[in-house]
T-cell receptor, first 116, second 116 residues
């Protein structure tokens, strides 16, 4: 089974802090994604990556950046955390371009971030 | 633009009742994929089913069934004889061929509460 592991289940940070959310997958997937989940809004895509060192903006990239130095690891960075970034963050991975349209996303357990 | 609408925010049923979750989608593409995911209280989204736009056959998997109708742009999900373990948030999602790199557009989700 695909395993997507997010390093923290819960995080509490202060406004203005730099925050790193880490995600690791063990199935050699090319694509990795960061989504944000808020009540009534569903999941919204922040950033995604289709290869090492490659990244693309999703629907709500403002206030976030990402890093993918290794294929298995995809990090989400909040440069200066704000209270409106309090949310559930979900990482996902899927197979590469040739099969990506048919390939489901595999998700981690999520990181619930609270910014005070 | 792609859009997925799950009009039902929350559905409450008593165990053994059937429950149907509605999903309506919008896309200009002729080739696309539809997905359903389950998110139990543990937080991890679990992939349930994938359907491509050329396959309108309904599908049954145990107590789960899906009704795909292109004419009404709907992909509804029914749980028969619901159980307490079915309590979760259920998401419908869409991926079109023009969506780069396999990213999914999610609906807002429907919370299903099954009481004994």
């Amino acid at each position: 089974d695909v395993k997507v592991t997010q390093s923290s289940r819960y995080l509490v940070k202060r406004t203005g802090e730099k925050v790193f959310l880490e995600c690791v997958q063990d199935m050699d997937h090319e694509n990795m994604f960061w989504y944000r989940q808020d009540p009534g809004l569903g999941l919204r895509l922040i950033y995604f990556s289709y290869d090492v060192k490659m990244k693309e903006k999703g629907d709500i990239p403002e206030g976030y950046s990402v890093s993918r130095e290794k294929k298995e690891r995809f990090s989400l960075i909040l440069e200066s955390a704000s209270t409106n970034q309090t949310s559930m963050y979900l990482c996902a991975s899927s197979k590469g371009q040739d099969s990506s349209y048919n390939s489901p996303l595999h998700f981690g357990n999520g990181t619930r971030l609270t910014v005070t | 633009a792609q859009k997925v609408t799950q009009a039902q925010t929350e559905i409450s049923v008593v165990e053994k009742e059937d429950v149907t979750l509605d999903c309506v989608y919008e896309t200009r593409d002729t080739t696309y994929y539809l997905f359903w995911y389950k998110q139990p209280p543990s937080g991890e989204l679990v992939f349930l089913i994938r359907r491509n736009s050329f396959d309108e056959q309904n599908e049954i998997s145990g107590r789960y069934s899906w009704n795909f109708q292109k004419s009404t742009s709907s992909f509804n999900f029914t749980i028969t004889a619901s159980q307490v373990v079915d309590s979760a948030v259920y998401f419908c999602a869409l991926r079109s061929n023009t969506d780069s790199w396999g990213k999914l557009q999610f609906g807002a989700g429907t919370q299903v509460v099954v009481t004994p």
